[in-house]
Every structure is written in structure tokens, then in C-alpha cells.
């Protein structure tokens, strides 16, 4: 378990800092995503909301109460969706056994990426600046050895802070800790501790496990062992995956289609890499660019039998920037994604003909494929 190394990533007050982002007018401002009626709830708050008491899960009348000049904003899930996902492009040029927890968080095992002689700490530093720089938000980082203290240290030193807790620091640590500050105590465990004689980790950590069995049953158990520094649950993948992908961010802006045309070729070969290593064969390909006024546009093309070669997706990653270089003047990011992963198994009947919702003109690749844009 110690030789692990796991980082925890969670992005700062999300929500409400991607609107504070997207409107500057709200920056340094108290503000929360969600409604004001009574029964309204409060989604996500600002730092400068949280200075007043305001919180997540509060009903939005009472969070006007304890700021009366609180900026309510109304949610917009598909954008913060379409972060998540830049931010999980992120994570995977590091590591492909990721745990998301929400769409704000995850959990990240970075061992077999130490072995190159870069520490997780420099890693999660680099995620940290990565992450700022390609949609200009903050995030929070724990690096350690488990799952239990990366979490810890994500929460320890927010917001936009990087806490890194190695094995000879773990116990001091968890010592002084206070009891609430425990990640899975919430207040009811809490209060039950505290009437009990538990106020840090150290009382906990003096604690036998039958006593502490005895009072919380399982969760007991549970206690006993993090306030160890003792946690062996590994970095677990569940869920299926959908797509393959990949995206920078320039420097600078761009404009000119030689310079759109050279930085695609140069995306090109990671992106061939990144499918081979996934064994990942799709039937869409999706090019996506941001502009430099943060506005997502994403084009695809479909083909029924998929793209048989690095050549086919080249012709079609060209032919989409083509298509599409009248909607945009200046793009900050381009990324490519293959998704709609083709079945081993042989379709029950045929496909029906795809629609073509960008162009009614047919691309046809060199081997003759029917293309279409969705």
C-alpha cells in the first residue's frame, strides 16, 4: 500500500467559479448556482458566498437572508459537463486508472507513471497548471500513498493549494486532525464522537477497535483503520468507456488555416496512439476547438464500417476543419474524439443511411466510405 501513489483532484467551488469565469461582472462577488425562491436550493457557492455562511444544499431563501446582495445564477449543466470532460482529458495523458467520484473530483493512481523517475507531487503540480491554463479555473490536490489521505489533503489547503502527505508524515497528521474534518464523518457521526471523549485523531487512534465497533458497528471499523493512515482500497475504473480523445490548448490564439491545418497534424499522431492503446475502434469522429471567447463547437462525421486506417482519419479529421473553418475566426484549443465504439457482433439488420446535418454533399474517403455530418 505505501509504494502507491495517488493523487486527488477537486476542482474549487466549480460551479460557481465556471460563471464567475464566464461572466466577469460576478468575479470576487458572493454567488451561488441555483434558485432563490423557497423552493429553491443552492447548487454550488462562491468562496465569497461561503464568508457569509452560505452553502451547498441551503435553501435559497435562506442563503438570500445571509447575504442579501447574493448573485443567483441559473445552472448550466451541459457546460459544466463539457469542463469535466476537458479536465478528464487532462488526467488521462497521465494515467489511464482514474475514479471519478462527481464531476468535480476524481481520484487518480499515478504509480506506474513515478517509475520514469517524476514524483506524483510533480505530477499533480503540472495537472494543477494544466488545468488553470486550458479553462482558466482553479483546482485543489492531495498526493499520498492512499485514497483516505489524498482526499484529506485535496480539502486541506483549498482553494487552488496542493497538500502532499507522505508515509513518515501521515500519522502526525491524522493526530491533529479534527474529528469532523475525517472525510465520511458527517455531523451526526460527529456529534456521537464528540460525546464520547473523541475530539482529534489521536483520541481516535487510542481507541480499540471492539469500543469503536461497539459504538458505530462496521464504520467503527472503518474508523479504527484510517485513523491508522491505513486505507488498501485501489484507484478503481468502473466505468465504460465511451470515447477516446484527446486536446491542447495554444499558447496563443490562432487564426490562420495553415497554422489550424499544422497544429492538427500535429495532434494527429497521439491521438493514433491514444486508440491503439485503448484497442478503440469507433464509427464517429469528433473535432472540437474552442475560441478564444470560451464557446465550444464540436463537428462529427459517421461512417458505418468505422475508420480502418490512420489515413482514413486524417482525411476526415481535415475534411471537418474544412467544412467548418467559416464558424469560427480564432480558436485557443483543438482536440480530437472517436466514439460510437463498433460491436463485434454482427448487426441484426442493416444500419439505415446516416443523415448529413452539416453538409448535404457526400465525403468519400480514398477507400470510398460514406461519411456524414452530425
Known amino acids: 500500500m505505501f509504494s502507491r501513489r495517488i493523487i486527488h483532484i477537486d476542482m474549487d467551488a466549480f ?46 431563501f435562506m442563503a438570500k437572508q445571509k447575504c442579501p446582495h447574493l448573485i443567483f445564477a441559473p445552472h448550466r449543466f451541459g457546460v459544466y459537463k463539457e469542463i469535466s470532460n476537458e479536465v478528464r482529458h487532462i488526467f488521462s495523458d497521465y494515467t489511464d486508472l482514474i475514479e471519478p467520484l462527481s464531476i468535480d473530483e476524481a481520484y487518480l493512481d499515478v504509480t506506474k507513471t513515478t517509475v520514469d523517475g517524476r514524483t506524483a507531487t510533480s505530477i499533480a503540480e503540472e495537472i494543477r497548471a494544466r488545468i488553470f491554463k486550458e479553462t482558466l479555473l482553479t483546482c485543489s490536490a492531495g498526493v499520498s500513498y492512499c485514497k483516505f489521505l489524498a482526499k484529506l489533503g485535496s480539502d486541506f489547503n483549498k482553494p487552488n493549494g496542493l497538500t502532499v502527505i507522505r508515509p513518515n508524515q501521515a500519522q502526525a497528521f491524522l493526530d491533529a486532525l479534527p474529528i469532523e474534518k475525517f472525510f465520511g464523518v458527517g455531523r451526526v457521526t460527529a456529534r456521537k464522537l464528540h460525546l464520547n ?60 488555416t495553415n497554422e489550424l491545418e499544422s497544429k492538427l497534424d500535429e495532434l494527429l499522431p497521439k491521438f493514433y496512439e491514444r486508440l491503439e492503446k485503448a484497442n478503440f475502434k469507433g464509427r464517429t469522429l469528433t473535432l472540437k476547438v474552442k475560441t478564444t471567447a470560451f464557446q465550444i463547437i464540436t463537428r462529427s462525421i459517421s461512417v458505418k464500417e468505422g475508420f480502418p486506417t490512420h489515413d482514413a482519419i486524417r482525411l476526415a479529421a481535415f475534411e471537418l476543419l474544412h467544412k467548418n473553418r467559416g464558424a469560427f475566426v480564432s480558436i485557443r484549443l483543438m482536440g480530437l474524439s472517436m466514439s460510437n465504439e463498433l460491436s463485434n457482433k454482427a448487426p441484426k439488420s442493416r444500419p439505415q443511411a446516416l443523415s448529413m446535418k452539416e453538409s448535404k454533399k457526400q465525403f468519400i474517403t480514398h477507400q470510398q466510405l460514406e461519411l456524414a455530418f452530425a
Open 197 to 256: 471523549g473523541f475530539q482529534t485523531g489521536a483520541d481516535l487512534r487510542q481507541c480499540s477497535e471492539e469500543r469503536l465497533r461497539n459504538l458505530f458497528g462496521r464504520f467503527g471499523g472503518h474508523l479504527y483503520m484510517i485513523a491508522r493512515g491505513l486505507d488498501e482500497r485501489p484507484v478503481q475504473v468502473s466505468r465504460v468507456r465511451k470515447s477516446v480523445g484527446m486536446e491542447r490548448t495554444f499558447f496563443e490564439d490562432l487564426s490562420a
Open 15 to 60: 460551479f460557481a467559479s465556471v460563471e464567475q469565469r464566464d461572466h466577469p461582472e460576478w468575479r470576487d462577488k458572493p454567488l451561488v448556482v441555483g434558485g432563490q425562491s423557497r423552493r429553491g436550493v443552492v447548487a454550488a457557492a462562491s468562496y465569497e458566498a461561503r464568508r457569509f455562511g452560505v452553502h451547498s444544499a441551503m435553501p435559497g
